[in-house]
């Protein structure tokens, strides 16, 4: 197994590590009722997915 001669340094790490940094969600407008969504999510307001109902908000509670 392979033992390293020299430290890494903190500046060399940190410039390996300059990309691992948390994106931003996208987020779209439902169609049927215009609230905010996730991409590729059933909204949770109306339970439509791409124009198609999914989840029936009105039998539930």
Do not use: F, W
């Amino acid at each position: 197994m392979a033992h390293p001669k020299h430290r890494t340094s903190r500046q060399r790490k940190r410039k390996r590590r300059t990309h691992y940094k948390a994106e931003i969600p996208t987020i779209a407008s439902c169609s049927n009722c215009g609230s905010a969504v996730l991409y590729h999510r059933v909204c949770p307001e109306c339970g439509y997915y791409r124009g198609r109902l999914i989840i029936d908000k009105s039998s539930e509670s």
